[in-house]
Each structure stands twice: as structure tokens, then as C-alpha cells.
């Protein structure tokens, strides 16, 4: 087989979402302050929009921020007050360490453990690349 059919037969393996050219749009938060509580109310949207594990996602926004916080029914509920801006900066932050293929952009990507390791796959291009494990 010559270079330019196996080139064609490789595109044709690939998925369909390597070829969509959507803008992917992290949804900002919403919410609101209780006192001395903020209260993010479509924590869990955002999560899964992202595709990650709640509890990872809060675990890095809340060490981010240095703030202590639980998921409740209402949602994300950190224990002191927190300008919107700089949550979503650092969900903005989580999705370009933890989400976000660092070859080829898209967000198509899975967290792997391989032994002690974490990495972050992409299901688009393939590519491998390692993570903190630990947050």
C-alpha cells in the first residue's frame, strides 16, 4: 500500500470529533453569597460539561482558592466569600492542567491511572500526557 492510501484509510479510522470545529464553551459559574458563603449553584453542570468527577474538580477549585467548602444538594458552598471571576478562572485553569490536550486542543480527553501515575489521554489525536495524581 502506497503513503497516500494508508494516509486515507487512517483519516477514516479516526472519530468524527476530531473534525468538528465547535468552540467548546466551559459554562461560567452561578450563584450566589449567604453571608459569608458563596454558593455555586451549577458546580455539577460544570463538572460534567468537563467530564470530570465532581469531587476532583472541587477538590482543585477549593486548594486553588484556599478555602474550605462541601457539595451539598444546592451545590459547590465554600466557606467564605469568593468573587466569581476568580472561581471561574481557576475552573478555567483545572481544565487546561486536567481536560484540555496540550497536542492538539480539544477537550476530548480521559484521566488514566497507570500504576502510581496519572495521565490525561486524548480520544481525538492520542496523545499521552502525565498529571498531578494528588491534588
Known amino acids: 500500500?502506497?503513503?497516500k492510501g494508508a494516509l486515507k484509510r487512517a483519516r477514516e479510522n479516526l472519530p468524527e470529533s476530531v473534525f468538528e470545529?465547535?468552540?467548546f464553551e466551559i459554562p461560567k459559574?452561578?450563584?450566589?453569597?449567604?453571608g459569608n458563603k458563596t454558593i455555586i449553584s451549577n458546580f455539577k453542570q460544570i463538572a460534567s460539561v468537563l467530564q470530570r468527577p465532581v469531587e476532583h474538580l472541587m477538590k482543585y477549585v477549593l486548594k486553588e482558592l484556599a478555602a474550605p467548602g462541601d457539595l451539598r444538594p444546592a451545590g459547590l458552598v465554600m466557606g467564605?466569600?469568593?468573587?466569581?471571576a476568580r472561581i471561574n478562572e481557576k475552573i478555567k485553569q483545572y481544565a487546561d492542567e486536567f481536560v484540555f490536550c496540550?497536542?492538539?486542543?480539544?477537550p476530548d480527553t480521559q484521566l488514566v491511572k497507570e500504576g502510581?501515575?496519572?495521565f490525561k489521554r486524548c480520544q481525538a489525536c492520542g496523545a499521552k500526557q502525565p498529571v498531578k495524581a494528588k491534588i
Open 1 to 3: 500500500m502506497d503513503y
Open 21 to 23: 470545529k465547535e468552540r
Open 29 to 34: 459559574v452561578r450563584g450566589h453569597q449567604e
Open 80 to 84: 467564605t466569600k469568593i468573587a466569581a
Open 102 to 106: 496540550q497536542e492538539c486542543g480539544k
Open 116 to 118: 502510581e501515575l496519572m
